[in-house]
């Protein structure tokens, strides 16, 4: 490929950030115990959660940011950041509001119109559509037992629960970015699947309203009881605004006996400029437990924003034959940073897990996988396989793996594959050949590497990926 | 329609094509002949407009055009179909995905309404009976896992869907069977029209019972080294090409 | 614990000096400031995350600082016949380069120089200066820095430019004491342009008390050299090896190391191939035959920095009873080292229960146009291959070692010296049938 053609399509700016002046209710700067009261109280909570805030809180204090991951990350100032921002004010009243190149993208992307509101930013309430769309999603739900609210309201509604789950899967004191967000978290989703009822939709279109402003220490918690089914997506291929920088959330998941979760993300969020100035610190904990017998979780994740990626959605397998998947597409360009992977920790006998890590660096960007799959001594006939590829578009980036294995018990069997190679250059040619500009030829290209991961995504979700996959191409990468 | 004077070509600064001429009219049907390595799928490189090559000397036209300006895609849309002698394989890709996409840039091209999903199913219908290709073929990766004979049949199938003016078919005979081969030619036969023109790089007198050129070239040592009518590619069959050489190194 | 070291040195250091060579000395100050600094290094350096030297390095070692000579003839103590390796046979015991030759070994190639660290220091200065220290120096880790401080002496060998040696070099380790003891060298390794040479390094030990041995050698492969370093290990199970092994490549070299651990205590081996040269071609392999309670942690990095390189690692393992194993392979493309072809394979087998792996294999690649990959297998015995051997009427016994051995046998076959390969066949089959779980001599030369 010639080298003019890279840079050109390298060098494109992410035509979609932007950022706007809001106005907001917000809680002054920095960080306290005082502050940590006060978010607390602003969102009504009980006793019980405040407390738990103030242990996590407490413990932060004591903790100091990890620094094994293969990232550059610049000094945070933890005291010149507002931790509780209420809704816009000032949002947009109509897409004729709406940035003109935001709604070129959705568009592009094929994101229904009440939607694109919901997205641009519109006040909720002035989205007709979707309010309605939520309401019917709500009633057909409850009629199963399904509980999806916002964490805010599981707190309030379902406490027990709530208490019971919570914080079950990602302890208070697992790490720095975890530790911060239970001392601060403004909201996110609650879900909870009752025995033996199949979620007969994807927790998705709903979601995307949902989430709109649940801020920048988001928290969702999904528990599936036995014999359920549920497949939940976060987060959307259009661009996210978000005028916060520092993202820290916690997801976690629990599958009992035989429940099975699937866990969709597509994450778009601004990466920066081309010379790396601005873009989301995006640092997240997310991990599932496969409690029971032959339960299963599934992480499949399209990252392709942000300007810090710091990820690793992992599974403890603890149920005997319970099994977990992480299938991963992420893509860099320009300054942008991504060190993501997964954990596989086998507890119970028979486990099973499966990593599908596909990698995509181009202009100064560095992309990592970094994964552990570890093998406890009880966890008998435990099985793993993993793939890791890489793949490289132009030579200013770079590309690395790093898995980790750790293997107690020999009826265990644990493979791992990973290849790093440059786009093909004959593969190129060939389309040039059936009049495929070199763009389109690398869009292709990458779409059909990157195809097992998307496939695993649900259907309306995976188009969009594609696509998304293809824009963020053609502005950014080939 | 094509006129490619004393070209010289190169892969990293080896020298291959070392003066090479040779004149292609609408209408007509030339077989280019010669031993391994002569440089027969090099020429076919450099008129697609292939990176890997640089062409030091010499000039190509084609309608008109001076063809070593055009980009590799400008090339096809123009009407320069390659069937490779090692098609490549694109993984995850499909190859419905890949020709709607060809096809459409085409259409672009020419100032032209992308096509609609049915009547671009419709034209795939068709061109693939023309190559009796295999339905499930389409809904695969780009030749990933064909079989050797299957990804010439794609090739034909590709060139009858992107109907060009010049089609290079390079060893597109190779690796067929008996009855792949009359398929192939015939496909090739029924795309023939007076406006259109083609190439036909190949080892064997046989395909040429099939597909009857009006010209047979030799290319040896990076030239045209003699040229003839069909009577030349049965003597080729019967003699080989040492008396070539004699002649050619004797000189 | 590094306490009685750093009082030692101040208390000592007149006389470890009076002892080395002035080329040793000259880094000995700064390398015992390092080590004072970084201490031993501990499980929470990524580098010996799964190496706890806890236990081994409180045992109280003697170390031999004022080099009084140990009395021992090595040519007594290994009644060795050298069956079809015919090589240039050398001995070190302990830390000290063993100063008579074999009367049997024929003369060495004219310029080649074989011998003392220390005493080729005194002889020849010149040639030492540019190369000593230069690659471990550079390191920021405990064992390298406790090394420069107290090594006193090591094994040196020079190949001048074009010299082909036509046997290999042969150098029995023979670690031998009466109470636990600790042996500190440095050897020094220098091909000149188109050099050829061999080494087959084989440790052993001969007395039943604790040893330490902590062992840095440098090896600098100038253009068109080919270097091959085999090393075998076949020490009793009181033994700490801690050894650090690191190439420097130019331009078109070619190298090849094969380590193999046949029976050991603990061993540590760092392995660093610095390739900074085009057109280089680097093969690293290694196997280890492991039961009991054996760790064996081989960290390995091969760093292309220049385009055009080629490189392939191997490392495989047996892991029986409450054995350990661990290995990392690193492998790092920097940005201009464009058309690297870089392939790494690590295969594991576990036989027990209790036996345990880790294995870490990492790309860390910044250029574009390469060709890497890497992939690591834990499992046990193929069981379906085991049972269509028992269905042709092969015990499970003979399947299990049949494939065991198959299982090793590639990393044998990439040995090219074609006696040594044989011999390595046969003691690999003795090791897994289990004849060899003690160490008894030289093994190579049984
Ligand atoms: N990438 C390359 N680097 C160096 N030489 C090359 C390269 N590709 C082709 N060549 C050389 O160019 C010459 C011409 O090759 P070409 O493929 O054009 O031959 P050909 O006439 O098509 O032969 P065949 O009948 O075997 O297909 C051969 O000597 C070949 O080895
Ligand atoms: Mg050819």
Redesign the interface.
Known sequence: MSTDILNEVTQTDYKYGFTTDIETDIIPIGLNEDVVRLISSKKNEPEWMLEFRLKAYRHWLTMKLPDWAHLNIPEIDYQSIAYYAAPRINAPKSLDEVDPELLKTFEKLGIPLHERMALSGIAVDAVMDSVSVKTTFKESLSELGIIFCSFSEAVENHPDLVKKYMSSVVPYTDNFFATLNCAVFSDGSFVYIPKGVRCPMELSTYFRINAMNTGQFERTLIVADEDSYVSYLEGCTAPMRDENQLHAAIVEIVAMKNAEVKYSTVQNWYPGDKNGVGGIYNFVTKRGICKGAYSKISWTQVETGSAITWKYPSCILLGDNSSAEFYSVAVTNHHQQADTGTKMLHIGKNTTSHILSKGISAGLSQNSYRGLVKINPAAENARNFSQCDSLLLGDKCGAHTFPYMEVNNDTAIVEHEATTSKINEDQIFYCNQRGISTEDAVGLIVNGYAKEVLNKLPMEFAVEAQKLLQITLEGSVG | MLEIKNLHANINGKEILKGLSLTVNAGEIHAIMGPNGAGKSTLASVLTGNPAFTVTEGEVTFNAKNLLELTPENRSREGIFLSFQYPVEIPGVSMVNFMRTAVNEHRKYKKLEPMSATDFLRMQREKKELVEMDNKLANRSVNEGFSGGEKKRNEIFQMAMLDPMLSILDETDSGLDIDALRIVANGVNKLKRSDNASIVITHYQRLLDYIVPDFVHVLYDGRIVKSGGKELALELEERGYDWIKKEVDGE | MEQQYLDLYKAQHESIKKHSAKVMNNLRDAAFSQFEKLGFPTVALENYKYTDLKEPLSIDYGLNINRIPIPVNPYDVFKCDVPGIHSYLYFVVNDGFYPVSDPRNSKLPDGVIIGSVKEVATLHPELLQDYFGKLSSTKEDGLIAFNGAFAQDGFFMYIPENVILDKPVQLVNIMRADVDFMAVSHNLIILEKGAKAQLLVCDHTVDEVRFLSNRVTEVFVAENATYEHYKLENAHNKTTNLSTLLIKQQASSNVLANVITLHNGLTHNMIEIDVDGEHCETELCGMVIADKNQQVDNFTSIIHNKPNCSSRELFKYVLDDSSKGAFTGKLYVA?DA?KTAAFQTNR?I???????????????????????????????LDETAKFYMQARGISEEEARLLLMFAFTNDVIENIRIPALQDRMKILVEKRLRGELSKCEGCVICQ
């Open positions: 940005k464009q594991n576990l036989l027990k229960k209790t036996a345990k792996m880790r294995t870490k294999p990492q790309l860390e690649i910044y250029a574009d146009d390469v060709k890497c990959s890497h992939g690591a297998t834990i499992g046990s």
